[in-house]
């Protein structure tokens, strides 16, 4: 992946679910048909209403409670993960630090964080680390090319391999974390949170169609997060000058199942799993089992 694809699919990966449909408005005709395949959200399951937590200013809040590993369920207490944290009010700080989250991952971009401030950054009962998971810190929307994957799927599989030093030092920081709940975000909340996520649960062994699954309801928890952020009025005013960058994001929308089977098939056929893949890009035997612990996982 060159530079310039590299920061177009972070720009992209910036962006709110809530914008989508300004995407296609924005993009050709033709691609008014991918973003609605994109965006058809997948309903949640009864069982899922046990792991969401209700906020006033963030969206897709939920924890990992109760999915099934290898060797049992996920405590409540293990991760939360979340969209971008920028309007939290006073009792959504409360209500996260009632539910035991004591370290925030941050897997924004320097730009994100400064457009949109994670509000428990400052907040004394929260360690916080900010790790772009991208690689990149500067949105340089001059920059941003046509170039990059047809679709999100191939994005996810390309990142495996392009951002190991980051997802190294993600799980090595979770692993470090010895008490409380470990909360991860992004801006959107589906992608880099996503793949966060997917990895956790497969190291778990939580069956591939519930991680699918947990990836896919983010579409529906994210209906109503808002679209006014300065990065968003940015990305708008690009695509209305370069249509064919509107016609390629407006397919990248969404929480489509196929995005999580293509990054897991490859996952496992190119690393035999995640905890294989934790082990190539250098996280410890020591630190994986730490990571079990966590996850209720320990053998």
Known sequence: MNRSTELTLALMLALPLAGAPAIAAAAPPAAAAATAAATTNVAPAADDAQRVIPLQGAWNVRSFAGLQGSHG?????????????????????????????????????????A???????????????????????????????????????????????????????????????????VLFHCTAGKDRTGIIAGLLLDLAGVPKAQIVHN????A?????????????????????????????????????????????????SQYGGAEGYLKSIGVSEQEIQQLKVRLGQAS
Do not use: C
């Not at 994005?155 to 409380?180: C, E, M, N, T």
């Open 73 to 113: 369920p996920i405590p409540a207490t293990a991760f939360v993960r979340t969209a971008d944290l920028g309007r939290l009010t006073e009792a959504d700080r409360d209500a996260l630090a009632a539910a035991g989250v004591k370290l925030d991952i941050d897997l924004r971009t320097a730009d994100e964080q």
């Open 115 to 181: 457009q949109s401030p994670d509000l428990l950054a400052d907040d004394d009962r929260f360690a916080y680390q900010r790790i772009s998971l991208m690689g990149t810190e500067k949105m340089d929307l001059q920059k941003m090319m046509t170039s990059f994957p047809d679709s999100l799927g191939e994005a996810y599989v390309q990142w495996l391999g392009h951002s190991q030093p980051q997802f190294k030092q993600v799980f090595q920081r979770i692993a470090a974390q010895q008490d409380g709940a």
């Open 215 to 218: 990836y896919a309801i983010s």
């Open 220 to 268: 529906h928890y994210l209906e109503g997060q808002p679209k006014d952020s300065a990065m968003n009025a940015q990305i708008m005013a690009l695509i209305k000058q370069n249509p064919e960058i509107g016609r390629k994001m407006a397919g990248m929308a969404g929480t489509a199942p196929d995005n999580m089977e293509q990054f897991l098939a490859a996952l496992h």
